[in-house]
């Protein structure tokens, strides 16, 4: 009966999943089987902390946030909880051996979200860190099954892709964040200054990670590499798509990439891969 009810907490969070992130659940869809849940069972541990600190607004988030924290940590150590999300992540965590200073770190920027902030370089790159990097090490943890020494060497491809989609992220959502929970992300940057100059340097940074996440991409094990593939080549396309637009429409409309790209970009990526070209 233990199982049936691990497989049904996985199940939870894969409906979150799906019902939040068409984006990732194509690219889950695009892993080797064996790695569908355990990348649900993180994505959904992740979404709940996010709608702690984006959502629920008539309620005490920093209480929710603290409670949430708390019962991750106590669902790890006694290895059950009776949140499906946070016993589907706790068995993900002991069984791939998943670092708790990656979990805390990802708890801190979130806890960072709960007020606003002028963030400086230090700060912005912490807050990256915590919100995304980790959670692309986590994945990493998954797909590398224990081989250390491929973990060592894909390390800073995996932080550079979790850095990519989130700065790509505050560029598509710079006007809901500024207009519905006061933040810019940016170091140094004012939104109602925003121009195309700052903009472009933005982009530039973004570039370099896009770069270098390529890189680890490639180096993947086969059963991982086509559905991160299609992850970063939708976000690349996401970029793309902002990068031809002024920083004023930026301000007014958020970027979006249609289904249907989304689904010729899969079919690419499907046919890349299997002639071996990824």
Do not use: W
């Not at 940590?73 to 200073?101: M, T, W």
């Not at 806890?111 to 959670?135: F, K, Q, T």
């Not at 299609?230 to 930026?250: C, D, E, S």
């Amino acid at each position: 009966m233990e199982q049936l009810f691990e497989d049904t907490c996985m199940q939870c969070s894969k409906i979150i999943t799906q019902a939040y992130s068409t984006s990732f659940s194509l690219g889950i869809k695009s892993l080797d089987k064996k790695f569908h849940l355990p990348i649900y069972a993180i994505y959904g541990f992740v979404r709940c902390a996010d709608e702690i600190v984006d959502t629920f607004h008539n309620h005490d988030k920093r209480k929710l946030l603290a409670d949430f924290r708390q019962q991750t940590y106590e669902a790890i150590d006694q290895k059950l909880s009776l949140n499906p999300v946070l016993h589907a992540f706790q068995c993900v965590v002991n069984r791939y051996g998943i670092d708790k200073a990656y979990i805390e770190a990802f708890l801190k920027s979130m806890e960072m979200d709960l007020e606003p902030h002028a963030y400086d370089r230090e700060l912005y790159n912490e807050y990256i860190y915590g919100s995304a990097e980790v959670v692309g090490l986590m994945c990493l943890k998954v797909f590398c099954e224990g081989d250390r020494e491929m973990f060592s060497r894909l390390e800073k491809p995996a932080r550079s892709l979790g850095a990519a989609f989130q700065k790509v992220n505050f560029l598509r959502d710079m006007k809901s964040d500024y207009d519905e929970r006061g933040r810019v992300y940016f170091p140094k940057v004012d939104y109602m200054q925003f121009c195309n100059q700052c903009k472009a340097e933005i982009e530039q940074d973004i570039m370099q990670d896009f770069n270098s996440a390529y890189v680890g991409i490639m180096a993947l094990p086969r059963s991982a590499r086509m559905g991160v593939y299609l992850a970063y080549v939708y976000y690349l396309k996401l970029f793309r798509k902002i990068q031809g637009l002024p920083a004023t429409h930026i301000l007014n409309e958020r970027v979006r990439v249609p289904d249907n790209t989304k689904l010729a970009l899969l079919l690419s990526s499907y046919v890349k891969y299997r002639f071996n070209a990824i």
